[in-house]
């Protein structure tokens, strides 16, 4: 069965410093895709990032990088040089197999994370 | 490109009466899901299409919620009778057939009474 862990409810970071969301995620499939995505107070669902577990290399989209610790099961997200416009729910989800129609995608129960001034 | 289109945005409603939300992925995408988001959790996937057929619905509370896709487009979610416990964001999203990401909607905010 499929699980996803983000183990921090809220998180605080000063403007400008980097700041780690955690994500652990279970699986027994070999074939897999982590995402990460923000949600604002408003409430749409963004996606900021992707991994795929083949990837020889952790990803990075502009400020976001995934840590991918495959052997760990980690796939933390890395924002650099915070700022306000990041303060929001932060969302890890996976998806199982090579990426077809029919994998499910299932998300944490997320993390808040505040950017302060 | 158009997103992924949803409606109505916020519906407040009565217990025990009925609801629909309707969803209009992005053109060309053959999966479509629907989400129940309770505030303060990640989204649970209810049922899961590709194209006008269902992948997995084994979260979807089949008592009270149906959900169809006709012509492999457009989607409508029901929920009847509705109970306090249905109040949510219902997001609704899609993917291509290749690709690495799905796209959400705005979703549905549903306020049970």
């Known amino acids: 069965a499929q699980k996803i862990t983000q183990t921090q409810p809220g998180m605080f970071v000063q403007e400008k410093e980097a700041v780690t969301l955690d994500c652990t995620y279970d699986t027994s499939d070999p074939s897999y895709g982590l995402f990460w995505y923000k949600q604002p107070s408003s409430g749409e669902m963004i996606f900021l990032i992707y991994q795929g577990s083949y990837d020889q290399q952790n990803a990075t989209e502009g400020r976001y990088s995934l840590n991918f610790q495959k052997a760990r099961k980690s796939a933390n997200l890395v924002i650099s040089a915070s700022q306000l416009g990041d303060s929001a729910m932060y969302f890890c989800?996976?998806?199982?197999?090579?990426?077809?129609?029919?994998?499910?995608?299932?998300f944490g129960p997320g993390t808040s994370l505040s950017v302060i001034p | 490109e158009a997103g992924v289109a949803q409606s109505p945005r916020y519906k407040i409603i009565e217990k025990r009466q009925s609801v629909a939300f309707w969803c209009n992925p992005i053109?060309?995408?053959?999966?479509l899901y629907w989400y129940q988001q309770i505030l303060g959790q990640g989204p649970k996937l209810l049922i899961q299409?590709?194209?006008?057929?269902?992948?997995?619905d084994s979260q979807l509370p089949k008592d009270r919620f149906s959900a169809e896709r006709l012509k492999g487009v457009d989607s409508t979610l029901k929920i009847q009778p509705a109970k306090l416990e249905d109040s949510a964001v219902y997001l609704c999203a899609s993917s291509p057939e290749w690709g690495n990401t799905i796209y959400f909607g705005e979703g549905s905010w549903l306020t049970v009474v």
């Open positions: 989800a996976m998806r199982e197999g090579q990426w077809t129609s029919y994998d499910k995608v299932i």
């Open positions: 053109s060309g995408h053959a999966t």
């Open positions: 299409f590709q194209n006008n057929g269902v992948v997995d």
